[in-house]
C-alpha cells in the first residue's frame, strides 16, 4: 500500500511538472524566421545571369548598396538588414529552387522584390502556403493585388495597364488625330499595357499592333509594317534593349515617328548607351512614365546618387538604380513600422495599414484591399538631352484615366526611416 502510494506520488509530480513545461513552452512566442536580436533576414530571385541580365541585373546591386548605407547609420531598430540575391536566371524552374532553399534553408523573413511576371508566378502559391511575405514584386502584372486570394503579396511597380492609359492619355491630348500604333512584346507586360492603350481609345483605333519576342533581335519586319501604316505616335510595351532597338531600326529606314514607352523600357541613360552618343539625338522628344524620383534636382536622387558612389562601386547610375534603392527604402520604412520585435504579421498589417508612403511621386497606395503600390503616373519627355517629369500625372482607376497633381514624398531623415 505504502509502495502504490510512493508509485502514485512520484506519477502526479512528474505529471505536474510536465504539464509546468508545456505552460512555460505554450507560453513562449514562436520564433519569427529571419529575425535575431541583432539582423534581420530576407531574399530575393534576380536575373543576374541569362537573358534578362542586361539591366535588370543592377537593380539587386542598388537595393543591397542602400541597405549597406542604412546598416552603417545603425540599421532600423538596431537591427541590420541582410539580403540574400539568388541568381535564377530568368528561368521559373530555377526561380522555384532558388526561392525554396531561401525559405527553407535560409528561413527568411520575407522574400523582396523577386522580378519577373513568369519566374515570379512560379512560386506565388509556395509563398502563399508558408506565409512567407512576398513584398514589392517587380513585374507591373495585375496578379500581386490580389489581397483575397494571396494576402501577403503585395506589387511594386505600377501596372502595365496603368501605365499604357496614361501613355494613350498624354498622346491623344498631345496628337488628337495622330495615327497610334503599338509595338508590344509577346507576354504578359506587352498585352497589359495593349489593354491599357485599348481603354484610352479603343481596340479598332489602333492603326497597327506588332509583337516581338525577346528570342529574337530583328525587328524590322515588325517596323515595315508599321511605317507602311502610317504610324504617327508608337507605343512601346519593350525593354530597354528593344527600345533602343526600334527607334534605331526606324532610323535605318528613315522613319522618325513620335515614341511613346513604357517605365520598364524608357530610361534615357541606358537608351542612350545602348544607341551611342552619335545616335543620342534619335531620343530627342521621347516620351514615358514613371513613378519614382528621378528629376535631376531630386534630393531622393542626389542622395541615391551619393550611396551608388560610397556603397555600389560607382556603378553606372540609371533608372534601375533609383529602383531598387527604392525598393529599399520602401522595405526599410516598412520594417521600421513593424514594431521593435517585428513578425511577419505585423510587417503586413504595417503595409495595410495606409500609413506607409515610400519615397515615390504620390505616396504609396497599400491598404487593407489594395496591395498595389501606384495607381498614379507621371509623363516625362526628353528635351536637349535630359529627361525630366512634364507637369503632367494620371490617375488610372478602373478604366479610368483621369488628372491629379503630383506629390512627391520629401526626403527626410537622411532617406532612412524614422525607427
Not at 505536474?16 to 512555460?24: R, V
Not at 546598416?71 to 538596431?78: C, E, P
Amino acid at each position: 500500500m505504502q509502495d502504490r502510494s510512493r508509485t502514485m506520488a512520484v506519477a502526479a509530480l512528474v505529471t505536474t511538472a510536465a504539464l509546468g513545461l508545456t505552460a512555460c513552452t505554450a507560453g513562449e512566442p514562436e520564433p519569427t524566421p529571419g529575425v535575431t536580436d541583432g539582423t534581420v533576414t530576407i531574399g530575393t530571385h534576380q536575373p543576374l545571369t541569362g537573358p534578362a541580365a542586361a539591366g535588370y541585373s543592377s537593380i539587386s546591386a542598388a537595393t543591397t548598396a542602400y541597405f549597406e548605407y542604412v546598416n552603417a547609420n545603425g540599421g532600423i531598430h538596431d537591427r541590420t538588414i541582410e539580403y540574400l540575391v539568388e541568381d535564377d536566371e530568368y528561368d521559373p524552374v530555377k526561380t522555384q529552387q532558388v526561392v525554396e532553399d531561401l525559405v527553407a534553408d535560409d528561413e527568411v523573413f520575407a522574400i523582396v522584390n523577386g522580378l519577373g511576371t513568369p519566374t515570379h508566378s512560379a512560386v506565388l502559391d509556395y509563398l502563399d502556403e508558408e506565409g512567407v511575405p512576398d513584398l514589392f514584386v517587380s513585374s507591373g502584372s495585375r496578379t500581386w493585388n490580389q489581397p483575397e486570394v494571396y494576402p501577403n503579396t503585395f506589387g511594386f511597380n505600377a501596372e502595365y495597364v496603368t501605365e499604357g492609359a496614361a501613355l494613350a492619355q498624354y498622346a491623344v491630348e498631345q496628337q488628337p488625330d495622330a495615327a497610334v500604333c503599338v509595338l508590344a512584346q509577346n507576354d504578359d507586360y506587352g498585352e497589359g499595357l495593349l489593354e491599357g492603350v485599348e481603354t484610352v481609345i479603343g481596340g479598332n483605333e489602333i492603326v497597327e499592333i506588332q509583337y516581338y519576342t525577346t528570342g529574337d533581335e530583328d525587328i524590322s519586319g515588325q517596323l515595315g509594317l508599321m511605317q507602311a501604316a502610317d504610324c504617327e505616335v508608337n507605343i512601346l510595351a519593350t525593354i530597354n534593349g528593344f527600345t533602343a532597338l526600334a527607334l534605331g531600326t526606324a532610323a535605318q529606314l528613315e522613319w522618325f515617328p513620335q515614341w511613346y514607352v513604357s517605365s520598364s523600357g524608357g530610361d534615357y541613360p541606358t537608351l542612350r548607351e545602348y544607341l551611342g552618343e552619335e545616335n543620342a539625338p534619335l531620343l530627342e522628344g521621347l516620351v514615358t512614365v514613371n513613378y519614382l524620383p528621378f528629376s535631376p534636382d531630386s534630393e531622393w536622387v542626389e542622395l541615391f546618387g551619393q550611396i551608388n558612389d560610397e556603397y555600389n562601386d560607382g556603378a553606372p547610375f540609371t533608372a534601375n538604380t533609383v529602383f531598387g534603392m527604392s525598393v529599399g527604402y520602401m522595405f526599410a520604412e516598412a520594417l521600421a513600422a513593424a514594431g521593435e520585435e517585428p513578425t511577419r504579421a505585423s510587417l503586413i498589417e504595417a503595409l495595410e495599414s495606409g500609413q506607409l508612403v515610400g519615397n515615390g511621386i504620390v505616396p504609396l497606395s497599400f491598404r487593407e484591399d489594395d496591395h498595389a503600390a501606384y495607381h498614379s503616373v507621371g509623363i516625362a519627355v526628353v528635351n536637349d538631352g535630359v529627361q525630366d517629369y512634364v507637369d503632367t500625372t494620371y490617375n488610372v482607376t478602373a478604366g479610368q484615366v483621369t488628372p491629379v497633381d503630383a506629390n512627391p514624398v520629401p526626403l527626410e531623415n537622411e532617406g532612412i526611416p524614422d525607427n
